[in-house]
């Protein structure tokens, strides 16, 4: 019995931005996500996740890391899926876990990992020589 598998040809883009390191870098990171993502003709059902991923992970590593920071996007499609892998790796936090630097309401913030969490169907943090890279996929049909 022969088995015929799904030769449908696997499609990678990938692009790399590099982070200003101040808060109204935010807004202008998610404008130009938005046109690429729209360019890469990511499937429309996860695009606003995927804004609201890049604006907190980009918002964390703005205000909670060391520069430099860079926002890495890669959209893959093959055999009917697309996934959109969000990273953002910075040069490690400013202050230790659990301190807010002055001025910022802890009542506004903290709230990133958990909205990551809920829109992605896989996310993680991973700790290397010179920094910190968060990452989020997000799949579609």
Not at 116 to 128: D, E, M, Y
Request: charge should be negative; glycine fraction near 8%; charged fraction near 20%.
């Amino acid at each position: 019995m022969a088995v015929q598998l799904n030769t449908m040809p696997r499609q990678a883009v990938e692009q790399v931005f590099p982070l200003p390191h101040f808060t109204g870098a935010v807004s202008a990171v998610r404008r130009r996500v938005r046109a690429l993502l729209a360019d890469w003709n990511v499937y429309p059902q996860i695009v606003d996740d995927a804004l609201l991923v890049v604006t907190e992970l980009v918002t964390n590593a703005i205000v909670h890391a060391l520069p430099p920071a860079e926002l890495r996007l890669t959209w893959v499609r093959s055999d009917g899926l697309g996934t959109l892998r969000v990273e953002v790796t910075d040069a490690g936090r400013v202050l230790p876990a659990g301190q807010s630097p002055a001025g910022i309401d802890p009542d506004e913030h903290g709230r990133g990992e958990e909205i990551v969490h809920a829109l992605a169907t896989r996310h993680g943090i991973h700790v290397h020589v010179g920094g910190v890279t968060r990452w989020a996929d997000l799949v579609a049909a």
